[in-house]
């Protein structure tokens, strides 16, 4: 069950027992004032200082989202696709909910790209998964549909069973579909974060798909979220999750522990690189 996802030139593999492939989130609009204006404006340094930093911190991927009031993101999406690929060779995550958006991104994009996203609505799955063939992409699945997300992992997991089905029934298989199994504040609802836990085991268990997660929405209302999230994520990882959607600065050190104490990092190479790299800036900086 390998994703693979391309930029010009490189390639990432998404699979069950390998390395957690780190999906860089911060190139987004929301709650960031500057990143909107700078956008509605047609001027991409932020974005590319954005992308950089990310693959500083360890991302492997970067989604790209330009989502915001006043921003025509038929026409924003694909400047800020070329803007980002000038800078870095990082496969690309085309993430929007207009598939305008999605086709005008896709047509300047050279690699096989990962479209964010599809959901289980019958008008998601016309609009985005024809796409998804037609340019030979992957796909995230989210496990909702007209009725929003369910309550109940059960209904999460058929969710997501059906958005396999149907993309199969276009000739995608099931490798090129990375599901979502989506998190909901514990704020509101104390047994939300167990329901998308519950969510992510049975997706790995009975669908065998890569999966992906973006975790904030876990802590909305509550201080200190960065820690819910980075403990979050390490549990999801645990069940699954093999390419969340994360600030990659924040949450490194808790995928790069995730995949020391899940088997993911032989003899550790990764981790001690890591730290060996940290103390060299460290000196360096002195
Ligand atoms: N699943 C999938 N795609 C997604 C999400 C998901 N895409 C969007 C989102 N959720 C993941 N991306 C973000 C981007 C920004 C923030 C959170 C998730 C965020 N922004 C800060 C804020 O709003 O305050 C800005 C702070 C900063 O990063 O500088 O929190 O769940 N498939």
């Known amino acids: 069950m390998d994703t693979i996802l391309r930029s010009a030139s490189r390639e990432v593999t998404i699979r069950p027992d390998g390395p957690t492939i780190v999906i860089g989130e911060r190139i987004n609009p929301t709650g960031k004032k500057r990143l909107a204006a700078s956008l509605a404006a047609r001027d991409m340094r932020r974005v590319q200082r954005l992308a950089l930093s990310q ?6 991927v970067l989604d790209v989202n330009v989502g915001a009031a006043g921003i ?14 000038e800078v870095t060779d990082a496969p690309l995550c085309l993430d929007s909910a207009n598939a305008a958006a999605l086709r005008a ?16 609505e019958q008008a998601s799955m016309e609009r985005v998964l024809p796409l998804v063939k037609e340019y030979g992409a992957a796909v995230i699945a989210l496990t909702m549909d007209d009725n929003g997300i369910p309550a109940t992992a059960e209904e999460r997991i058929a969710i997501a069973a059906t958005i396999v089905e149907r993309a199969g029934a276009l000739g995608i298989p099931p490798e090129d579909v990375i599901v979502d199994c989506l998190a909901l504040s514990v704020c509101t609802d104390g047994t939300a974060g167990r329901t998308t836990l519950e969510a992510i085991r049975g ?19 509550l201080p200190d979220r960065e820690a819910i999230n ?26 790069l522990i995730s995949d020391l104490l899940l088997g993911k990092d032989e003899f550790g190479m990764r981790y001690v690189r890591f730290h060996r790299q940290q103390a060299r800036q460290a000196a360096a900086a002195e």
């Open 55 to 60: 693959v500083e911190d360890g991302a492997d």
């Open 72 to 85: 025509d993101e038929v026409e924003v999406l694909p400047l800020a696709v070329k803007a980002v690929m």
């Open 105 to 120: 991104a896709l047509e300047v994009y050279p690699g096989k790209a990962l479209i964010n996203s599809v959901n289980g």
């Open 203 to 221: 997706v790995r268990e009975r669908l065998g798909v890569n999966m992906t997660l973006g975790a904030s929405n876990i802590s909305f209302g």
């Open 230 to 255: 980075d403990i979050f994520l390490a549990m999801a990882l645990a069940e699954g999750v093999n390419a969340p959607i994360v600030n990659p600065g924040q949450s490194r050190k808790a995928i």
